[in-house]
């Protein structure tokens, strides 16, 4: 009987592709279109992002949206929209910030973010509870 040599060898790499996070942005302070039609922007702003997917390390993402300070879905569009201008009753608090939602919800904010359309904001806000 004569050996068999074993001519495949096959090493393990744990490496993992790294994706890279999403900024979205609203109609009128984009950087880019993205191929779903959505506004986005190249980083994180804190005056522009209004979305963002997080990439974790696990390979698992995490969906924010900006909502205000009575964590209602983030209207740039609305009176109250312009965010270097107003700063509510006490300027010590920011206006918005980030917080985690479901898939539906994000991807009806996105679409709010895509068309001005309220009626999707509205949605995002039942998706939320």
Avoid: C
């Avoid at 393990?12 to 302070?29: C, G, L, M, S």
């Avoid at 979305?51 to 969906?63: G, H, N």
């Avoid at 929209?81 to 898939?103: E, I, L, W």
């Amino acid at each position: 009987m004569s050996k068999k040599s074993n001519n495949f060898i096959f090493h393990r790499t744990n490496t993992v592709p790294t994706q890279t996070n999403e900024y979205y942005a609203f109609i009128d302070e984009y950087d880019f279109i993205d191929n779903d039609n959505n506004y986005r922007s190249e980083s994180e702003d804190d005056t522009k992002t209004l979305a963002k997917v997080l990439y974790r390390e696990d390979s698992t993402k995490k969906l924010m949206i900006r909502v205000d300070h009575m964590y209602k879905p983030y209207n740039p569009a609305s009176v109250y929209g312009d965010r270097s201008a107003y700063r509510g009753k006490d300027q010590t608090r920011p206006t918005s910030k980030f917080v985690t939602v479901n898939q539906n919800a994000f991807n009806a904010y996105l679409n709010f973010l895509r068309t001005k359309n309220v009626s999707w904001l509205l949605n995002t806000e039942r998706e939320m509870q």
